[in-house]
């Protein structure tokens, strides 16, 4: 399980269902796909003002895990400021805590 920077666990910021879905095509690269998932989301994030997304996560790391991983590997993690699950299949955002925004 990981904790984020406060010490509040994943688990307990995933509790609720996620705000969006987004089902990543087997072709597209992550980076279009958390992009893509964010954008989807009904949540006010202006991708615009955001910092760059390698500055949340290692997005070579990302890669690699997913193309060396079975298809039940799932990352979480925090990525502008919402805790996100990342699958080989799937982008799942959630609503953020309140404390980071």
């Known amino acids: ?8 666990t994943m688990a307990e910021l995933t509790d609720s269902a996620p705000v969006v879905t987004y089902a990543r095509d087997g072709d597209e690269n992550f980076v ?16 615009s003002g955001r910092d760059p997304l390698y500055e949340w996560i290692d997005l070579d790391a990302l ?13 979480s993690t925090i990525i502008w400021d ?20």
């Open 63 to 75: 890669d690699a895990l997913f193309e060396s991983a079975r298809d039940d590997v799932a990352l």
């Open 82 to 101: 919402h805790p996100v699950v990342i699958t080989v299949d799937d982008i799942e955002v959630y609503e953020a805590d309140g404390t980071a925004e």
């Open 32 to 47: 279009d796909a958390i992009v893509s998932a964010f954008a989807t989301t009904p949540l006010d994030v202006d991708l």
């Open 1 to 8: 399980m990981s904790t984020t920077k406060r010490g509040i």
